[in-house]
């Protein structure tokens, strides 16, 4: 299999690349605007370029944080599966109404959380929480850092169909004794994608929640959602660890849950098994990764992740 990595020497770009190398069925190169770094030279608001670029491939997988459809469409004409890592919601919209195979929410969150979530719905009954807590210490890519803060001030549509600003709505989850680096705190209301497919798809009410690893830094955010400039004075690498934790909840059920370190290389690790995932079963349309995986199969796939259920 072929597989063209754009933004493949990037903060996910890089430890995906490292994944496929390990894997003989797959041969992958790089995309990105330096040429002294990337297997393949393009530019991505280069409509022509792109579209050249792209030939011959079997898979795209877009670890550039550039968002467009049109990467999706040029990908899918040219004969690709594209995958995307995204977890903006008005971008996945976008890539659902493509007419070819991409695949969305591959990652950690969106990505594992929407398999957790799925698997939390089996288990039990009622609407789904999913909490996400990333490492303040991590020092993300741009497109990563961009998103975060991009959503300060901004609000997106609740399942019940009122408006919530991103990072308000505060909850307080209670994380699980083994889980290193986080303690019970609060967590904010936060656009993840997955969490309008998965109310879709499940037929309930799915919220997803974030914080960081120190209370403060969540407080932080939270306040920083009603003055979005202060963000100008937040240094890129803040307070905390590296390491991540997601969760999944429902009213009835068991909290399923999942940690590691370095939230790049679970959604590189993750990107990776969903590219080998289709390589065995091709799709044929838009399709969210909790519709071919499961907890179980990613743990399969994937030996160094470990679901827990407290």
């Known amino acids: 299999m072929k597989v063209l990595v754009l933004g493949g020497y990037g903060a996910v770009g890089v430890p995906l690349m490292e994944e496929f190398r390990t894997d003989p069925a797959v041969s992958a190169f790089s995309a990105g605007r330096n040429a002294a770094r990337a297997d ?133 989850f209670d994380v699980p004794a083994e889980a290193p680096g986080y303690r019970k705190g609060p967590a904010v209301r936060a656009d993840f994608s997955d969490q309008h497919a998965l109310t879709r798809d499940l037929g309930v009410p799915v919220r997803t929640y974030l914080r960081l690893d120190t209370s403060a830094a969540t407080l932080g955010l939270a306040a920083m959602t009603w003055a979005p400039p202060l963000q100008k004075v937040v240094p890129k690498k803040m307070w905390g660890s590296d390491r991540w934790i997601v969760m999944a909840r429902t009213e009835t059920g068991p909290t399923l849950w999942a940690s590691g370190r370095s939230q790049s290389a679970a959604t590189a690790m993750i990107a990776a098994r969903a590219v080998d995932v289709i390589r065995q079963s091709p799709i044929a349309r838009p399709t969210w990764l909790h519709s071919v995986e499961s907890t179980e199969s990613l743990q399969a796939g994937i030996p160094a992740l470990v679901v827990r259920q407290t």
């Open 40 to 172: 393949v030279a393009v530019d991505l608001t280069d409509q022509d370029a792109y579209s050249r670029a792209v030939s011959g491939y079997d898979v795209v997988v877009n670890a550039s944080g550039f968002e467009d459809v049109w990467l999706a469409q040029q990908a899918v004409r040219g004969g690709a599966t594209f995958v995307d890592i995204t977890a903006t919601s008005a971008y996945c919209d976008a890539l659902e109404n493509v007419d070819g195979p991409v695949l969305l929410g591959v990652g950690l969150a969106p990505g594992l959380t929407s398999v957790l979530a799925a698997e939390a719905h089996r288990l039990g009954s009622g609407p789904v929480d999913i909490m996400v807590g990333l490492g303040g210490g991590e020092l993300h890519g741009p497109a990563a850092t961009a998103w975060t803060y991009g959503m300060l001030g901004t609000r997106f549509r609740d399942p019940s169909g009122e408006l919530v600003r991103n990072y308000t709505g505060m909850k307080v």
